[in-house]
């Protein structure tokens, strides 16, 4: 799992990632695993000139020659963002225009949020697409 075959443009732009001053050192990182190992250099001397682990040399060089160039971008693995289906939906909206006996809104995002499990921003979110999003005791737009 040594050396790479790399052309011109693949050496040119890791050399360019690998010594660039301004931008992520963690791009440059993995950037001069690449070029290091298409030096010839092993994966234990690679581990030791970068002071790393055999994951990260394991990691970046299988994403290499699996990808390429695009395949030492950062892969971020965040959290999708919560989505009601057509009904809860509908049954947020409803919510939304609930008032109590005293005339006062009956939810506000959290509270109702709350209730059905859910974070507080996928009913937000909900309601400002539907334009009834309000503040407790306010009335909806």
Same mark, same amino acid.
């Given at each position: &799992?040594?050396? =790479?075959?790399?052309?011109? *443009?693949?050496?040119?732009? *890791? ?8 931008? @992520?050192?963690?791009? +440059?990182?993995?950037? $001069?695993?690449?070029?290091?190992? +298409?030096?010839? &250099?092993?994966?234990?001397?690679? &581990? ?5 682990? /055999?994951? =990260?040399?394991?990691? !970046?060089?299988?994403? =290499?020659?699996?990808? @390429? ?5 950062? /892969? ?15 049954? +947020? ?11 006062? !809104?009956? !939810?506000? #995002? $959290? ?7 859910? #974070? ?6 909900? !309601?400002? $697409?539907?334009?009834? #999003? ?6 909806? @737009?």
């Amino acid at each position: &799992m040594g050396a =790479f075959d790399l052309n011109v *443009l693949e050496k040119a732009e *890791l050399v360019r990632r690998a010594t660039r001053q301004g931008g @992520r050192s963690a791009a +440059a990182r993995r950037a $001069r695993v690449v070029v290091l190992l +298409a030096s010839g &250099m092993t994966w234990d001397d690679v &581990m030791h000139a970068l002071d790393c682990s /055999r994951g =990260f040399v394991a990691r !970046w060089s299988q994403r =290499f020659r699996s990808c @390429r160039m695009s395949g030492l971008d950062a /892969r971020h693995r965040g959290r999708t963002t919560g989505a009601l289906d057509r009904a809860a939906e509908a049954r +947020a909206v409803r919510a939304a225009r609930a008032r109590n006996d005293d005339g006062g !809104w009956k !939810w506000t #995002s $959290r509270s109702y949020a709350e209730h059905i499990g859910v #974070s507080h921003m996928t009913v937000h979110r909900t !309601w400002m $697409r539907h334009g009834v #999003s309000h503040a407790p005791g306010k009335p909806a @737009r």
